[in-house]
């Protein structure tokens, strides 16, 4: 077999065939899970929104700096799960991203805040922290 290129020997190309279905099998895997994991997350926190007198937006702050993930994240897991109660219901079902979920099927989250009011009149110090 020395010299021969393997490229063109017909185990290695089924080889090359079942590396490729592992690794799109994997992938595949991962972005579901990755679904179903924020859905997870969503249903938890409605689980304990509806049993205690809780502000949700004051538990999704607390808990994006307890679990280290970012408000948004919180935020979108929940609204998933509420949009979507049963799993078994996202569209596109286990071949959807997370990313093609919510900015396809969640309504648009503004962020932006309104700037403030200039202040009139004068002063003998102006501040701007950062």
Not at 17 to 35: G, H, P, Q, Y
Request: some cysteine.
């Amino acid at each position: 077999m020395e010299g021969k290129d393997l490229t063109t020997q017909d185990w290695y190309i089924h080889l090359v065939n079942d590396c490729k279905s592992i690794i799109t099998e994997a992938v595949f895997m991962s972005r579901w899970a990755l679904v179903e994991g924020y859905w997870s997350l969503g249903r938890r926190i409605e689980e304990e929104t509806r049993t205690r007198p809780i502000n949700v937006i004051q538990l999704l702050q607390d808990l994006a700096k307890s679990i280290s993930i970012s408000y948004r994240t919180g935020y979108y897991a929940h609204q998933i799960y509420l949009k979507y109660p049963d799993i078994q219901q996202i569209p596109e079902g286990k071949s959807i991203t997370w990313n093609k979920l919510i900015t396809k099927y969640l309504p648009k989250v503004s962020v932006e805040k309104e700037t403030p009011p200039l202040v009139q009149g004068k002063f003998s110090v102006i501040y701007a922290g950062f």
